[in-house]
């Protein structure tokens, strides 16, 4: 076939590359440059292009031509200013969501229409075609598997999709890393949002929101435990990052009007909860899952919770069998049926 391979210069899409080659199709690698590099020209070099150079390195190595596609703005318009927004509101935004439903596997298919028979990354995440429709399944490595930020995808896209690496464990694709040789081979994984590259979080926030001191409150005693630099630097159920003695402290919630962000220690345990509202659905497969027991993760990682879902219309109500402290509006939830994903949707409150 001929693919259409998005490599970062990371590992995990560099094998997909090689393994894709090493099958006889017919390769090309696309870097998408989506990092804010004008926004954040007052950092000095840019972050960014040890990326480019791996993935420059790593197409040499293999003999397969590599294109460079600016979609800075249509990254922009589709992935931060949903991220602005969110936090703007005091919500808890997930930008990955919606990088690889309208850039990776949206915009980015657009621009290359039908010149390529699938795009290719290095996600690990399986995909079947099940009597045409096309399931997304989750990778035998249960750390890494990224099926949760690959839910809002459509059948279309999935139909586009490849995933080279996602019946594949961590360690086997570092091993055929070092089998390969690879540039790359040793570098560490990337960590955060992809557009920031290493600019942290909460520089992005102030660039853009700017600094509003207030209040840090404990919710028990109600006493002013410190001041903050905007409710929008944190999430509910955060813990690092208060720089608070006799800890720990959580962010139990936060009011927006009054700039406050409000504490608790003693009664953490009271917090958490196991019932919540989303909306905002998107089902892989199109249609409504019908009410019933199901798994869910409500952020990204091993951990799923059993739970009960009943749907009515695009929202619906989730009781999971366990309590956590941090559901947040804003955040994703994401749910299996056994080793498929079903789909995502959006926490409502």
């Known amino acids: ?39 954040f020209s007052f950092l000095g070099d ?3 292009e040890e990326d480019l150079e791996f993935a420059r390195a790593v197409c040499q190595q293999t003999d397969v031509p590599l294109e460079i596609i600016n979609m800075q703005n249509e990254y922009w318009d589709s992935v931060v200013s949903y991220t602005i927004s969110e936090i703007k509101e005091g919500r808890t935004p997930n930008p990955d969501m919606f990088c690889n439903r309208l850039i990776k596997f949206g915009q980015f298919i657009n621009k290359i229409d039908k010149s ?22 989750t990778s035998p ?30 360690k086997q694709i570092r091993e055929l ?28 926030i102030k660039h853009h929101l700017g600094e509003i001191e207030g209040d840090i409150i404990d919710i028990d005693t109600n006493k002013i435990m410190g001041r903050h630099k905007g409710y929008y630097f944190y999430t509910i159920g955060q813990r690092s990052g208060l720089r608070l003695g006799g800890g720990p402290w959580y962010v139990i919630s936060k009011d927006i009007a009054k700039n406050i962000v409000y504490i608790s220690k003693e009664n953490i345990t009271n917090r958490a909860r196991n019932k919540f509202r989303v909306g905002n659905c998107n089902w892989i497969s199109e249609e409504n899952p019908k009410d019933g027991n199901y798994l869910v993760k409500i952020r990204h990682g091993e951990n799923f919770y059993k739970c009960t879902l009943n749907i009515n219309g695009d929202s619906g109500i989730v009781l999971s069998e366990k309590e956590d ?7 994703f939830a994401v749910f299996y049926k056994d080793d498929i994903c079903l789909g995502g949707s959006v926490i409502l409150d």
């Open 141 to 170: 490595d249960p750390i890494k598997d990224q099926t949760y930020f690959l839910a809002y995808l459509t059948q279309q896209q999935l139909s586009r999709a490849l995933f080279p690496i996602g019946s594949y464990r961590k």
């Open 325 to 331: 402290r941090g559901i947040a509006p804003g955040q």
């Open 46 to 48: 840019c972050p960014w």
């Open 1 to 39: 076939m001929k693919i259409a391979v998005l490599l970062s210069g990371g590992v995990d899409s560099s094998v997909a590359l090689r393994l894709l080659r090493d099958e006889g199709h017919d390769v090309t690698a696309f870097y998408l440059k989506i990092w804010l590099q004008d926004e």
């Open 116 to 137: 390529f028979e699938k795009v290719a990354s290095g996600h690990y995440a399986k995909i079947e075609n099940q009597n045409g429709k096309f399931i997304l399944k």
């Open 177 to 204: 890393a070092l089998n390969y040789n690879l540039p790359n081979m040793n570098r560490k994984d990337s960590q955060g949002i992809c557009f920031l590259g290493k600019i942290k979080f909460s520089d992005f």
